[in-house]
């Protein structure tokens, strides 16, 4: 073992290295976006789920959408109170949270998740 | 102590790959089912069929400015981009074309002069055994057993373009680029597409969920026909009874259902 | 004993700066394909798969060419083999590694590529050709590496590497024969819909494989302390004249099927290859210089004087592995999509860009053949000495 000293000093810079992130980012970390909703969001007051649903979950919730209507002709969603939505990421998600870059992007910048959607799907459909 | 060592990384290699493996066996017995308290239906307008077919009556259609709209609001309604200058990148969902390019198998030298100068709708023929369905490693595009249509999940084609190589009748556009700079007038009730993956005719299998007829159909003054080829009673039936029709390639076996009356 | 491929002169080093320029290189431009798409190759509609699919199609055949010194050494116990299958495995892992990345740059979504695992398909000749791909990767990788380790330490490989060596053998057969099948099987494109294609790959293969190793084998010697042995070479030799004797047999099958049945949708492609069709032929000079080439292959590998003699051997190895890259590279896969469905011609040129992507790619595999070669070859040097 002639080459300990080598060895460890290797091991420090390599551990120094990995972690760098989080000792950067020490304190630094930075507050939980708030959300706005448009108009039209507040006035129906729920989502097709409930909000703590939604706000967990909605990418399982689209990609069960997504799936039904593009695989099984499927668009029609009844929630647990019975009410219809039509399942259209655009025409019905986007329609209503018009306001991507104070809703969608906020949240997402913030965990650092970019989601391709808007590659296809058209937000603000009706474009008020 | 050479052996032992070797032993512990051989171990930790295989725990990292263990490890490194559960959230995606996780995400798999996750996978599928309803959510709480929720479920999904068809829309109650919905049309239905066994295998969606079309009639395209070429008498009706004798010029390309009969031709023109037709084109125009399938493009139109579907994004698709139709100002790309280089032909290579082209996408097409539903085009015109000379008799001899259409029914490449039918070309007689001497043909009845009208129909060998009429024009010709060329779009997916919604095959009822589709190559491109068998040649797609990802499902991506696939046969609809409810109303057997040919449709693409753009969500999941990885653009590898075997279904372009597998259809025999060029209905299949690749995005070679970012098609939205070229798209004269954006719908935005219908998504565009990606760089990347392939796209075709969907039959509008949108506008058949809502109830309405295709959007080719309704712009064609009647020239198209639409309907359930496995319902005898069925418009497009009632015209194939009467009327002598051909189809694209017929002896590939593919079973095209978009026949053309000359 | 990757130790062994950290140590070299500076020849050897030198080589590797070049291909990591290259990697290099060739990777930038992928960057810059990856944000603007695909459009920057000369694919289209028409001609969709294009150099990327040709250079993969063309580099499976020479992963399965491998097989040629395997298959004498283990299942015919041809002893003189056993100096130089180590070089056949390492090779064959190199192309496959190339073909994966052939693979890899020609889809258009590669972010998706794990959806063919993740909904497996299997009427899909694709998914099956992932499978034989990395199967064959794996297969060679664990016994090339563990039969060389062996070696070096002076002892007899592991028991329970042999049913391996077996499978490898059917294995190395199956992944042109799965290739093959992804274009053979579809309706409508004449040029490829023949039975006579899996074994016309497999044959070119047998050639264009083991040429190559001739050639590594003739530089190793040249360039190292181990030789890999006249005999060796000499058996390869014959190898290869068999093969492209065959490869052309094959090719005129095709010739008279297509001219005497007369069927225009059979003729039409090789028209457009060899004399041009509606005034389009950008291909014909090279189709022509693929036959010369081959045929001269043909004469040197077949004639036993210039057989036995080494240089023109090599030269004879050089024009077959150009003439079968041409054959099988440009020619087969644009010949295939040219003319299109609606017999309207439109033709396919590669781009700058997607030359050098490919390039990059090459060199990839050359940097994994140059590690592995060297790890062999010290090996080789360390017993022989």
Redesign the interface.
Same mark, same amino acid.
């Given at each position: 073992m002639k080459d300990k000293k080598k060895i460890l000093v290797g091991l420090a810079v390599f551990i120094a290295a990995i972690t760098f992130p989080f000792w950067y980012n020490m304190g630094k970390a930075a507050p939980a976006p708030e959300v706005e909703l448009t108009a039209k969001a507040k006035a129906a007051k729920v989502c097709?789920?409930p909000t703590a649903?939604m706000q967990a979950?909605h990418m399982?919730?689209l990609d069960?959408?997504?799936h !039904?209507v593009?695989? =099984? *002709?499927?668009?029609?969603?009844?929630?647990?109170d019975g009410k219809m939505f =039509?399942?259209s990421?655009?025409?019905t998600c986007l329609d209503c949270h018009s306001n991507y870059e104070q809703f969608c992007a906020r949240c997402h910048n913030y965990a650092s998740v970019s989601p391709?959607c808007w590659?296809?799907?058209?937000d =603000?459909? !009706? *474009?008020e | 102590m050479n052996n032992s060592r070797r032993r512990f990384l051989q171990i930790a290699g295989v725990s990292a790959l263990g490890l490194g493996a559960k959230p995606v066996l996780d995400a798999f017995a996750a996978g599928g089912g309803e959510g709480p308290g929720f479920h999904v239906a068809r829309g109650e307008d919905a049309l239905d069929a066994k295998q969606w077919a079309m009639v395209i009556d070429t008498r009706q259609l004798q010029s390309s400015a009969d031709l023109e709209p037709i084109v125009e609001a399938c493009h139109k309604v579907h994004n698709v981009p139709t100002t790309i200058v280089n032909k290579n990148h082209e996408i097409k969902w539903i085009w015109e074309a000379h008799y001899h390019n259409a029914f490449t198998d039918k070309t007689n030298p001497f043909l009845n002069e009208s129909v060998e100068h009429r024009p010709f709708l060329l779009l997916c023929n919604h095959c009822e055994n589709p190559p491109c369905v068998r040649a797609c490693p990802t499902k991506a595009t696939f046969k609809r057993e409810r109303d057997g249509i040919v449709l693409m999940d753009f969500h999941r084609c990885i653009g590898c373009r075997f279904c372009m190589a597998a259809c025999p009748f060029g209905a299949r556009s690749f995005n070679f680029r970012d098609p939205r700079p070229f798209i004269q007038e954006t719908n935005k009730q219908f998504p565009t597409r990606a760089k990347g993956v392939v796209e075709k005719c969907n039959f509008c299998a949108e506008r058949l969920a809502v109830g309405k007829m295709p959007a080719c159909v309704e712009a064609s003054n009647g020239a198209i026909a639409f309907g359930d080829l496995y319902d005898e009673h069925s418009e497009v039936r009632e015209l194939l009874k009467e009327n002598y029709t051909i189809r694209r390639k017929q002896t590939l076996g593919t079973e095209p259902a978009v026949y053309y009356i000359v | 004993m990757l130790e062994l491929a950290v140590k070299g002169n500076k020849w050897y080093w030198g080589w590797m700066v070049v291909l990591l320029g290259v990697i290099g290189a060739g990777f930038g431009l992928y960057l810059m394909q990856l944000k603007f798409g695909l459009g920057i190759t000369g694919m289209s509609r028409d001609v969709s798969w294009g150099f990327y699919i040709a250079n993969f199609t063309y580099l499976v055949g020479v992963a399965a060419g491998g097989v040629m010194v395997v298959l004498p050494f283990y299942l015919h116990d041809y002893k003189a083999y056993g100096k130089i299958t180590i070089l056949g495995e390492f090779l064959a892992i190199a192309a496959i590694v190339m073909c994966l990345l052939f693979i890899l740059v020609d889809l258009g979504v590669p972010t998706r590529a794990l959806n063919v695992l993740l909904y497996p398909t299997l009427n899909s000749v694709l998914f099956y050709d992932a499978i034989v791909l990395n199967g064959y990767l794996f297969l060679n990788l664990v016994i090339g590496w563990n039969v060389l380790e062996a070696e070096r330490n002076g002892v007899h490989y592991q028991s329970w590497l042999k049913p391996l060596i077996y499978i490898s053998i059917p294995w190395a057969v199956s992944i042109h024969t799965v290739t093959a099948y992804l274009y053979c099987g579809l309706p409508g494109r004449h040029f490829w819909l023949t039975a006579v294609l899996a074994p016309r790959f497999l044959a070119s293969a047998f050639a264009a494989g083991p040429a190559l190793l001739i050639l590594l084998c003739l530089f190793i010697r040249r360039f190292t302390n181990f030789d890999p042995g006249r005999q060796q070479i000499q058996t390869l030799a014959k190898t290869v004249a068999y093969a492209i004797c065959i490869n052309v047999f094959f090719f005129l099958c095709e010739i008279f099927v297509a001219f005497y049945s007369q069927i225009p949708g059979h003729m039409d492609h090789i028209k457009y290859l060899f004399v041009g069709l509606h005034g389009h032929g950008v291909l014909v000079p090279w189709m022509w210089a693929s036959m010369i080439l081959m045929t001269v292959g043909i004469v040197l590998t077949v004639t036993p004087a210039t057989r036995k003699n080494e240089t023109s051997l090599a030269i004879a190895c050089i024009v077959i592995i150009m003439g079968t890259w041409i054959d099988k590279g440009l020619g087969m896969i644009s010949g295939g999509f040219v003319p299109n469905p609606m017999h309207e011609v439109n033709e396919y040129i590669p781009t700058l860009p997607e030359i050098g992507i490919t390039l990059g790619v090459y060199a990839m595999g050359a940097l994994v053949l140059t590690v592995l070669y060297k790890m062999a070859v010290g090996v080789k040097e360390e017993v022989h000495g």
């Open positions: 097709v789920m649903y979950n399982q919730l069960v959408w997504r !039904k593009t695989r =099984n *002709g499927e668009r029609m969603f009844v929630n647990a =039509n399942m990421l655009s025409n391709y590659d296809c799907h058209i =603000n459909p !009706k *474009g | - | -």
